[in-house]
């Protein structure tokens, strides 16, 4: 069945650490997204990828990097610059005619 | 830029009761869609509506565009219908631009 995967589904990091959330999807999806939720919030987009090799910020880039190397594949980096990465982070991809998204099942980050 | 209000923000059912969810939006859009959102977080696209009417089981949902709007319909409701019910439009070309509202959490008692 084609999907997004995301992994880890938990996740913990120490301050000052980078980590990287993977996001994989086999639905031969040109578009794919970050978002970031907060407890009892709506989704803040933090990086876009329209197609390999090109990304752009969202509203909250500030502490994040991603890579766009595969079509498949587009892992967030959490760096050490987020003084609040605390949150739940959802990957989605779209196809060429954007009749919708889908969601990958997320990852929940937590500072320890 | 367009904001989107959902109302209400929280939502207690009996199960078997019918309700209506609300999405205003302050701005045209180029389309709009509802999500449902799992107490475990997954999101399920419900429908892509940038206008008209549409039904899918015991869910429908109508946008009015010209009147920047949308209704999201959920009849019999059952325990698994608990979650949070997001709006989100498109103001441009692809989905990079998509925002979303805050939501309306439901929760329907068995």
């Known amino acids: 069945d084609g999907g997004i995967t995301q992994s880890p589904k938990y996740l913990f990091r120490k301050e000052g650490q980078n980590v990287t959330l993977s996001c994989e999807q086999n639905?031969?999806?040109?578009?794919m997204y970050w978002y970031r939720q907060d407890p009892g919030q709506g989704l803040r987009l933090i990086y876009y990828?329209?197609?390999?090799?090109?990304?752009q910020k969202g509203d909250i880039a500030e502490g994040y990097s991603v890579s766009r190397e595969k079509k498949e594949s587009f892992p967030l980096t959490v760096t050490s610059a987020q003084k609040n990465p605390t949150a739940f982070y959802l990957c989605?991809?779209?196809?060429?005619?954007?009749?919708?998204?889908?969601f990958g099942s997320g990852t929940r980050l937590t500072v320890v | 830029g367009i904001q989107v209000e959902q109302s209400p923000p929280d939502l207690i059912l009996q199960e078997g009761a019918n309700s209506t969810l609300r999405c205003n939006f302050s701005d045209s859009v180029n389309n709009l869609q509802w999500f449902h959102q799992n107490p475990w977080g997954q999101l399920i696209n419900l429908f892509y509506?940038?206008?008209g009417t549409k039904q899918n089981g015991r869910l429908s949902a109508t946008t009015v565009a010209t009147e920047r709007y949308s209704l999201l319909y959920i009849s019999s409701s059952q325990t698994t219908d608990s979650g949070v019910y997001f709006c989100?439009?498109?103001?441009?070309?692809?989905?990079?631009?998509?925002?979303f509202g805050a939501g309306t959490r439901l929760f329907v008692k068995a």
């Open positions: 989100a439009v498109d103001t441009g070309a692809g989905g990079f631009k998509t925002i």
């Open positions: 989605a991809s779209t196809g060429r005619a954007n009749y919708g998204y889908t």
């Open positions: 990828s329209q197609i390999v090799n090109d990304f």
């Open positions: 639905l031969n999806h040109d578009a």
């Open positions: 509506i940038p206008s």
